[in-house]
């Protein structure tokens, strides 16, 4: 059984893979700093590490661990960091501040039915909240402002009777959700895996999934500023092939990528084999990125566009 205390070892203990070492490369090996938000949906780049596939394609890859999509885009806009794991819908709300970002690599998507389970609004077990319009007023737990956190919920409040123009959203990380429900310090939550999986077992779920949104749909991606990305073409090409062949391996073998997990997060096997898994796009694809531009322009107040801006295209 999945305790809370095993489904924050999965989200803090990634914090320790930052550090890996590059002992034994080439002095010719060309050195990434990537940023990522610490859950399983980053973790391309922990496996591309494991098994070697940064190393044969001359990439020693350093990685950061910040607390959210918008940090992340912060650091990559400043230089502080060269690739960044960041949300589709957050890098739409900064495009529209003229903050020069692009796709290289896509990360994470949104399957209807196998990644519902590893999302869920959640309430208290003894909270009378029981649909979306008991939410008109409430306090709901996000982990970032203006985030698909937010637009996911207020999405499924909106198109399920209630009002979410009512609902105050409440910062605050993914490990400390599910206490400030209990405690009602917060009326839900909006939580991933693994807390997820341990909502399930102690709380009430409200929704799962963000098939309002879409049934498929491009979540996460690997992102750059455009001048970096034309001041290093190699190393954009690289990185972008490494990403493309770790989501494959992955994909097939989630047994080894969990033992990966496992391995430098030291969370219990028993709780990861209880989790809904991360699913990882394979092709860039601008109709995947479409569906949290739109929802993203809805909520954030400013007007679509087309997907394909966000992909950055070489030079001819």
Known sequence: MITRARAAALLFGAAALGALSAAGRAQTTATIRVAIVPIEGAAEVYFATDMGFFAKAGLDVQIQTMPSSPAIAAAVASNAVDIGFIS??????????NIPLVIIAPSTEYVSGPSARAVAIVTAASSPVRAAKDLN??????????????????????QNGGDSTTVKYVEMPFPAMLAAVDAARVDAALVTEPFTTAARQ?????????????????????CTTVNWAKDHPDLVMRYANVIHDTAVWANKNPQQSGAILVKYTKIDPAALATMARSHYTE??????????????????????????????????
Not at 287 to 307: D, H, M
Request: charged share 15%; net charge neutral; glycine share 6%.
């Open 202 to 222: 102690n709380d009430r779920i409200l929704a799962s999934g963000f098939d309002d949104i879409a049934k498929h749909f491009l979540i996460t991606s690997w």
């Open 137 to 158: 007023g409430k306090v709901v737990g996000v982990n970032a402002l203006h985030s698909l956190s937010t637009l996911g919920t207020s999405l499924w409040i909106d």
């Open 88 to 97: 589709v819908d957050a890098l739409a709300t900064i495009h529209q501040k």
């Open 283 to 316: 092709q860039l694809t601008p109709a995947l990125i479409q569906p949290l531009i739109n929802v993203s322009a809805k909520y954030n107040g400013f007007t679509a566009f087309p997907a394909q801006e966000l992909v950055y295209s070489p030079p001819r």
